[in-house]
């Protein structure tokens, strides 16, 4: 794989097309050693196979593959996060074209709203849901109460829960019964536990935001394509975390 093909695309051909910018800064990047091709430093003229190659930028998986498709839903309520379900219940992949076959990065609850990520590139699934990359989901939180300074700054610092110590995380009040939280950590149903070990029980939950996404204008239940600028930017940002909140 060291030798440059002679036939396939010419590599910042591809990166272009994918968004890094002109051709001539996709040369910059591969001369600064900044692209590998199928784990390899990529060189100046190398040829790829967009389809077949594994091709990173710093590390992070490019959007070269044309048969990789990338998907923003707003999750609404009722809805599971499984590729089917026994007892019947809507699952998110009914919310999207059955054809490319995809599947959700990480999970929402049945009850919990908002932005889920449905994809058939493996390789960044695994990069987005991989415990050592702590790439930052916000959510609004309705919750039963007003929380005071002092539960505010318990889900900052971090609460104990049955399996351990909270991170810290990034919360604010935004009106009484409602705050904003952002954590990096991945547990099952972890905000609304920690809102219950501060006394506050959560009424409604809605993520608003995935790492470098959000989308205020989607409404509940529809979906559309992610451009390439934005799933590059959630590798940068699970390739760049170093698992704290910003």
Do not use: W
């Not at 030798?3 to 272009?16: F, I, N």
């Not at 309705?142 to 318990?154: F, M, Y």
């Amino acid at each position: 794989m060291g030798e440059p093909s002679d036939d396939g695309e010419r590599l910042q051909k591809v990166l272009a097309r994918a968004g890094y910018g002109s051709r001539r800064r996709c040369e910059e990047l591969i001369e600064q050693g900044r692209v590998h091709v199928d784990g390899e430093v990529a060189v100046l003229g190398r040829r790829v196979h967009p389809d077949l190659d594994r091709i990173t930028v710093d590390d992070a998986p490019a959007p070269t593959s044309p048969d990789s498709v990338y998907y923003l839903l707003n999750k609404p309520p009722g809805v599971v996060t499984t590729a089917s379900d026994p007892q019947g219940r809507p699952t998110v992949l009914s919310l999207v074209p059955s054809e490319p076959r995809v599947f959700p990065v990480g999970r929402l609850d049945r009850a919990t709203e908002g932005l889920l990520i449905l994809t058939n590139d493996g390789d960044l699934s695994q990069l987005l849901s991989h415990p050592s990359h702590g790439v930052v989901k916000e959510y609004l939180a309705e919750v039963h109460g007003d929380p005071s300074p002092k539960a505010i700054r318990l889900l900052r610092e971090g609460v104990l829960l049955d399996d351990g110590l909270t991170a810290p995380a990034r919360v604010s009040r935004v009106a009484p019964g409602l705050i904003r939280i952002a954590i990096h950590e991945g547990r099952n149903r972890q905000v609304r536990r920690m809102c219950t070990a501060v006394g506050h029980e959560v009424r409604r939950l809605v993520r608003t935001r995935i790492g470098p996404v959000a989308d205020t204008s989607l409404p509940p239940g529809a979906y559309r394509e992610l451009t390439n600028a934005e799933v590059r930017r959630l590798g940068e940002a699970a390739v760049g975390s170093a698992a704290t909140v910003p």
